[in-house]
């Protein structure tokens, strides 16, 4: 797991990484920088049922898009070519499209949450929080990695 040390102990980090133009490592407290949406969210767990919680955070859209994303903004055809892959530190993972999240197609309100029921998630890392998921597989807390691609394999 990527960490640095600080007095209060381990803080997660998070690496935004491949077709972006600004590629950065973020901690939670670095996620306070956009602005802050608050969802309540309902989802079902095939293993342990209907969980409910009320996530904080900047919408994953928002913290993309400040990496420089490498397709031409102006050209809107051009994003449909990119996958988010989101990772856990424990392995999870999931992949969007970039046309999901984006005010243009989906607009789905994807968040990665900085607070669980108010509680701070500075140490365990952020969760991804899609409020349209029935199914509560995609929230995948402890996320360390987030990986843009606008090669998907196969396209030329
Ligand atoms: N990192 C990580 N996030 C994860 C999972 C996981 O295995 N690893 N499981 C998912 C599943 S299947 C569900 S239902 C929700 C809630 O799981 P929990 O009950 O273990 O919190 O977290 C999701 N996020
Ligand atoms: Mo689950």
């Known amino acids: 797991m990527s960490q640095s040390l600080t007095a209060a102990g381990p803080v997660a980090e998070l690496a935004l990484t491949g077709d972006l133009t ?21 989802f079902e767990c095939a293993t342990s049922g209907v969980q409910r919680h009320r996530f904080t955070g900047p919408l994953l859209h928002d913290v993309l898009s400040a990496a420089g994303p490498g397709f031409d903004p102006v050209r809107r055809k051009d994003r449909l070519r990119f996958l988010i892959a989101v990772s856990g530190v424990d ?22 949450a ?14 991804l929080v899609l409020p349209q998921d029935r199914c509560g597989a ?12 606008g090669g998907y394999p196969g396209w030329t």
């Open 138 to 149: 995609r929230h995948i807390s402890g996320i360390n990695s987030i990986r843009v691609d």
């Open 22 to 42: 600004r590629p950065a490592r973020l901690t939670v407290p670095d996620l306070l920088a956009w602005p802050q949406h608050a969802a309540d969210v309902s």
């Open 91 to 112: 392995g999870h993972h999931a992949l969007l499209s970039w046309a999901e999240i984006d005010p243009d197609f989906g607009r789905a309100p994807v968040l990665l």
């Open 114 to 127: 900085v607070t669980i029921d108010t509680a701070p998630l500075d140490r365990a890392g952020p969760q």
